[in-house]
């Protein structure tokens, strides 16, 4: 019969461990729980394998487990603590490292740096030109990688921070945006008075529909960067918690630890029309209701819209004007404004069909009008050009331009005080007039093919420029 030393039992791998180890992270078990299928994982470990899946099976035998609850298995779990505590003492009883190597039984005394990873003296040949160290040298040179990964998860979530609070300014904006309109409404609704009571109610409950729309999406924003900035904050904390734990231990779970520190949550985004949509609801109000007050309205062929003008300019409560403001105004950083040029569109496109409007200018020193491609840029410098996608005349250093490349300067017989703008866009066309004469001044002719919008450029004078009315007739058959 074959006999063998205490020497030959020590090196044999643990039948007990063997059975007490999960088969997804190959460690003892950790919160484990029961299949119907009979068969265990960690919590954490069963939990991370279905977290991608639409359908729930056992890692193992991947039978279907949809609608199961996973079992506390109680008795693994005391078993499993029972065994650590075995290990421990005889590992401080007979004099040796608490944790060996899993394949050859040794204790762990390098560390390789490029598998990033503790070994023992007989791993060394599985790591042929590796760069291997003794293990306390390994835990700070892993702490410094690790070090980077958490500032780097700080970073994003101070930027988190500063998009929720932006995201905050835009709800305060959208509640006074709310409170003008409101009363913007309400004024005009007097005047028009037993006509309007009944479109005064509907509109008003539709400006409050759409708060509560506008206000949702960016609260629900605001909560799901809060959700990730917690994240965040306990995955930071979860890492550094881990770091100070054993050498050993934190070099065993050091790519674990690592594997954590990836952060794949989209970064947030500023909301696309998140703003109040002020031009539907206030601007050429009474124009929409002309049925019924037709000798009370003012019919603008275009409205302002608010939403895009730059933060250097002021328009008039009923958007028909643009001028400088005195003082850079604190709007949100919205994606459909312009910012730094000074420029404001008008609130609605167009892509088919003929379009006329006029604009007093009077004596305005330096002005642009006409029309532009809805991707115009906005939130950088751009030279005004039809390659940029705008087809516009304009007034400067008192020369009137054609706005092409290079300029075109016109001669004019006279100075215009207001312009008419035409635009046609079955024929590509887009042209400019003197209304005080009816001259006609320039024509773009050129292919659309996106929708255009009506953009003015006051530049930074006091004098405004505004949007006459158009004048209103009805036939009746």
Known sequence: ????????????????????????????FKEPVLLSCSHS???????GSWKNQSKRQCPMCRKCCDGETPIPNRALKNTCVSYKKERNWRGQGSGVDEVICGLHQRPFQLFCIKDEEPVCVECVTLHPGHELVPIEQGVPFCKEELNMKIKILESKQDSFKRMKKRYKDTISFIESQTKDAEKQIKEEFERLHQVLCNEETSRINALCREENEKKQ???????????????????????????????????????????????TSEEPKKVQGALINMALHVGGLG????EQMLTHVTCLPVILDPNTVSPWLSISPDFSSVQQSLERQT???????????????????????????????????KWILGVCKKSVVRKRKF??????GVWTIGLSKGVYSALTTPRTELSLERRPETIRVKVNMEKGEVSFWDTGNNKHLCTYNDKFNEKLFPIFGPGLQSTPITILPAKVTIHKQ
């Open 383 to 388: 030279t005004v050009t039809t390659k940029a």
């Open 287 to 290: 124009y929409k209701v002309w």
């Open 217 to 263: 999406v960016v609260n629900e924003k605001i909560e799901s960067i809060s959700r990730d900035i917690g994240a965040l904050a306990e995955l930071i904390q979860a890492v550094k918690r881990e770091m100070g734990a054993e050498d050993l231990t934190f070099l065993q779970n050091f790519q674990k630890l690592k594997r954590r520190t990836q952060w």
């Open 1 to 28: 019969m074959a006999e063998y030393s205490d020497e030959d039992i020590t090196d044999r791998p643990s039948l007990l461990e063997s059975d007490l180890t999960c088969p997804v992270c190959k460690d003892i």
């Open 41 to 47: 994982f960690c919590q954490e470990c069963l939990e």
């Open 331 to 365: 709007f949100p950083d919205n994606p459909e404004r312009f910012d730094p040029c000074v420029f404001v569109l008008g609130s609605e496109g167009f892509s088919s069909g003929r379009h006329r409007w006029e604009v007093r200018v009077a004596d305005h020193p």
